[in-house]
T-cell receptor, first 114, second 111 residues
């Protein structure tokens, strides 16, 4: 069990560009979550999946954001037409509902929009 | 909307002290509550999870309590060490699985 992994770890982009992040959960975890954390704040929930179904989306997730988990394994988070306000750490977590419920977090992807 | 407050915001203590970190939340309809630590620039490490039906959970030098009806949780750290220096985050979990976070308590333990 290698834990939750995220790729890339750092991304620098120019305003207006599209970016995509990947998250690989702990194998056999049926839930996958995305959170966003800005400097000095706690993480904020963005969305989560149970298997391949996206069950909840925060109002923080504007139309420029889209997330997928096509086969119920890894997930991608895409941000279109990035803005400077999108600069943050994007965190992914996974859990096995009904077994432990503990959410295990990955190392995060640090996004900087210039 | 669930609001989470952690007190104190920062704490600096000498090695060996016993510590109490406080967390309060506004909506008592939670499924469970997790405590995490976060080192600078890193992801979150899960420390303890307390189910809503439990009052207490222990792991090594850490003990967390939960009073769901009053919206409070406490993390007790015994015999603190410099390696405990980090930000500690409390996160009540909704029945839908969403974690809500406060700003955390930034702990510094000096030798």
């Amino acid at each position: 069990d290698t834990g939750v992994s995220q790729d890339p770890r750092h991304k620098i982009t120019k305003r207006g560009q599209n970016v995509t992040f990947r998250c690989d959960p702990i194998s056999e975890h049926n839930r996958l979550y995305w959170y966003r954390q800005t400097l000095g704040q706690g993480p904020e929930f963005l969305t989560y999946f149970q298997n391949e179904a996206q069950l909840e989306k925060s109002r923080l997730l504007s139309d420029r954001f889209s997330a997928e988990r096509p086969k119920g394994s890894f997930s991608t988070l895409e941000i279109q037409r990035t803005e400077q306000g999108d600069s943050a750490m994007y965190l992914c977590a996974s859990s096995e509902v009904g077994v432990t419920d503990t959410q295990y977090f990955g190392p995060g992807t640090r996004l900087t929009v210039l | 909307k669930q609001e989470v407050t952690q007190i104190p915001a920062a704490l600096s203590v000498p090695e060996g002290e016993n510590l109490v970190l406080n967390c309060s939340f506004t909506d008592s309809a939670i499924y469970n509550l997790q405590w995490f630590r976060q080192d600078p620039g890193k992801g979150l490490t899960s420390l303890l999870l307390i189910q809503s039906s439990q009052r207490e959970q222990t792991s090594g030098r850490l003990n967390a309590s939960l009073d769901k009806s009053s919206g409070r949780s406490t993390l007790y750290i015994a015999a603190s060490q410099p390696g405990d220096s980090a930000t500690y985050l409390c996160a009540p979990c909704s029945t839908l699985g969403r974690l809500y976070f406060g700003r955390g308590t930034q702990l510094t333990v000096w030798p």
